[in-house]
């Protein structure tokens, strides 16, 4: 591994810029949450305003009131204001790498990702949501006699739950379709990051949305959590299994929706065709971006046997190569865990799978030297079904190597998990990847690419199978998870 540097000493966030972003916040107790740089040093990074059960009823209320007048707009006229939050996200990006890395601790490429990705997929449905949302005429009962079209009705107001990993990236891309379709959106972004959702926010403001259609509420889910759902006429909810299945069961009992964007424990399958430079590349990249901290990453290999023995010693060396630092610049090839409960984590599926009998290949241990919460890049072997590192997910950079015979084989190994999440096929023969890719089930799959190429499709659905979630976003799937379709017929006599 290539020499570690120690956390930036750079200047923390400027007081004046949190006081800015935190004025937003529906908080009228006075109680308030100190976050810290957990990730770098400890130290204090904020003290931010807790919402009460009465702040989330109050805040539902105040966006229903704007709401009404937001839907009256055409979907044309709302989606200016995307127009030009694309345009501030890219030219404000030093000021939000800054804030993603104070409170994630990851590697500045890594926040950049979430730039890309807020922009990126902003733009798309800024462009292509009012045509999504047109009108549609259908045949009628009796041609000629009736007339029939269905029009898209916005849901109302949307609850929108985000964790802490991509904590821009996330609660952009649920918001932004939401209100494009003409709802207002309630957020709780998960504390530790919640300074990049309300910098987000902020500058969607900025760029012309009306106050009171994007309000952000903090708080600790036995405190607010019931009410998020309680009041929402639609759930988006992005988190871990556990709480999706309880949030969606909530949301059922009221009849309202609910899309749910879950766990993973998402497969990659290298066929003895791979090109192997590029499979090294995109398999560390797949494992290790976010420090392994994103719902899409690879954390089981499966390897032809004719080739794994070289692509093994190759991917050994490249993840000995990786640099890393928690420098504010681009240096880094992996930064550090977000929270102290996800370094406790990893260790314990390593040790697990240590103890009962697997291979560490290279990494496997923490690195309190670099920052408290960092964590060697991880690669095991010999990992077995009574092994926690199997079919948990780990969420962490920590990935298992195993071998397969043939195509049978790795689909079947690839679908045994409750997951269903994202996957990933290595091969020069793109016909044979997509002949895989068809007998996977999961949400997405990419060929010769990890998560990049179906994350970045934004006209394409996103999302989960099996216990990995329900519901999509991205693409028309996205869109109109928020809206109600209404036909209207007419008898013309
Ligand atoms: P989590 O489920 O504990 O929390 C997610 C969010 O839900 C947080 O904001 C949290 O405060 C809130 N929350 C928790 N309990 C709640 C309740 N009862 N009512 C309302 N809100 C509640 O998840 P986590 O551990 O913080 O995040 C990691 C998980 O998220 C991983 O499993 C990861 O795979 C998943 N994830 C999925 C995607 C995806 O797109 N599929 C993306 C990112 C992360």
Known sequence: MAPAVRPSEAPMLDPALISRLIRRVAAASGASATT???PFTGKPLAELPQSSAADVAGAFARARAAQAA???RTPRERAAPFERFHDLVLDRQREILDIVQWETGKARRHAFEEVYDAAGGTLYYARHAPAMLRRRRTPGAVPGATRTYVHHR?????SV???WNYPLTLPVSDAVPALIAGNAVVA???TQTALTALWAIDLLVEAGLPEDLWIPVLGEPAEIGDALIDHADHVAFTG???VGAHIAQRAAARLVGCSAELGGKNPAIVCADADLDRTVDGVLRACFSSSGQLCVSMERIYVHDAIHDDFAGRLVAAVRDMTLNAEFDFTADMGSLTYRRQLDRVTAHVEDARA???DVLVGGRPRPDIGPLFYEPTLLAGVTADMDACDDETFGPVAALHRFGDEDEAVERANATGYGLNASIWTRDVARGRRLAERIRSGTVNINEGYGATWASYGAPIGGMKRSGL???????GLLRYTEPQAIASQHV
């Open 188 to 190: 709780k972004p998960d």
């Open 70 to 72: 937001w839907a009256a």
């Open 471 to 477: 519901g999509r976003r991205h693409g028309v799937e």
């Open 154 to 158: 916005p849901k109302g107001v949307v």
């Open 240 to 242: 871990s299994s556990a």
């Open 36 to 38: 810290t740089s957990a």
């Open 161 to 163: 739950i985000t964790p």
């Open 356 to 358: 009962k009998g697997a």
